[in-house]
């Protein structure tokens, strides 16, 4: 019994057609053709090749494709990996534990987000400003009253003196002036115990 080789070499030599001649005509580089016949079908470059290989050649020759296809998968099919060189093409399909998955991921770094505005929130020194008086200002007054804004849960001292703090983060304080220059020292504290001080100085005659 014939194998695949030896039928196509037959074919080819029966009408006189040579291996250049049969490459051009099917397309199929001349090395290629050769291992056909030599039924070398290792130095195809897959084993679909192979069989797309056959089917052309034989067809060109006058063979029956299916012929030579099943004495190709007669003496060498065993050969062939199962499956080997044919793609996955199973549909994609959504799982539950990939949606678990999703929110889980999505819940962490949410809480991850979170927390992390959270600590840097805290850690950064708390903000502070004084609106009046003004910085060099002159006050004939015997008092003048310090007003000024910071954030809603921090401790607030106008001169070492505790002062209330509203929900919206303003404060207010009366200070007394001694004749000439007084300093105005605020202070800010958050509940890491991160400051913020400002100083400034008025004029009292």
């Known amino acids: ?3 695949v080789g030896e039928l196509l070499k037959a074919a080819r030599g029966e009408q006189k057609i040579s291996l250049a001649e049969a490459s051009r005509a099917t397309k199929i580089h ?6 056909l016949e030599a039924n070398d079908f290792t130095a195809l470059p897959s ?3 192979a069989r797309g290989f056959l089917k052309n050649y ?5 063979l029956a494709s299916m012929s030579v296809l099943a004495a190709y998968r007669r003496d060498f099919g065993r050969q062939e990996p199962l499956q080997a060189d044919l793609p996955d093409h199973r549909p994609f399909a959504w799982q539950p534990k990939m949606t678990l998955a999703v929110v889980l991921g999505s819940f962490f770094l949410a809480l991850a987000g979170y927390l992390g505005y959270q600590y840097f929130s805290l850690a950064k020194p708390p903000s502070l400003a004084i609106q009046a008086p003004q910085d060099k200002q002159k006050i004939v007054e015997e008092k003048v009253e310090v007003l000024g804004q910071s954030d809603a849960d921090a401790a607030v001292t106008v001169n070492g003196q505790p002062v ?7 404060f207010r304080y009366k200070v007394e002036l001694f004749s000439g220059e007084n300093k105005i020292v605020v202070e800010s504290q958050s509940r890491l115990g991160k400051k913020s001080q400002l100083e400034i100085t008025v004029f009292h005659p």
């Open 1 to 3: 019994m014939r194998t």
């Open 30 to 35: 001349q090395r290629f053709l050769q291992a």
């Open 47 to 49: 084993p679909t090749s």
């Open 58 to 62: 034989a067809e060109y020759l006058g």
């Open 164 to 170: 209330f703090v509203t929900g919206e983060g303003e």
